[in-house]
Nanobody, 117 residues
Framework: VQLVESGGGLVQPGGSLRLSCAAS????????MGWYRQAPGKERELVAH???????NYADSVKGRFTISRDSAKNTVYLQMNSLKPEDTAVYYC????????????WGQGTQVTVSS
């Protein structure tokens, strides 16, 4: 089982990024998946979640700006991030989610997102 995140980078406030998470060893299409982030000095938090049925949920801090989706053919989960703010700066990770919030798999390396002018 492996999770490989990519797509991060440096972006100005108000900009956009799309993160990708390629999974191997299990199917993202039949499992709940989530994007987490960890800012310096803070705990890792779940910011976006998609259920096996396709329902999505977001943390209040990203609601209306971030969109989680998945491509079953590519076994990949995405996070479209728009209207980025400096407070979105963090390392972003994806994982299979159980009980609506608990990460199930070992973490990947994550991808750094830095929002700064």
């Amino acid at each position: 089982v492996q999770l490989v995140e990519s797509g991060g980078g440096l972006v100005q406030p108000g900009g956009s990024l799309r993160l990708s998470c390629a999974a191997s060893g299990f199917l993202v299409s039949i499992n709940a998946m989530g994007w987490y982030r960890q800012a310096p000095g803070k705990e890792r938090e779940l910011v976006a979640h998609i259920t096996s049925g396709g329902s999505t949920n977001y943390a209040d801090s990203v609601k209306g700006r971030f969109t989680i989706s998945r491509d079953s053919a590519k076994n990949t989960v995405y996070l479209q991030m728009n209207s980025l703010k400096p407070e979105d700066t963090a390392v972003y990770y994806c994982n299979q989610v159980v009980n609506n919030i608990v990460p199930f798999r070992s973490w990947g390396q994550g991808t750094q997102v830095t929002v700064s002018s």
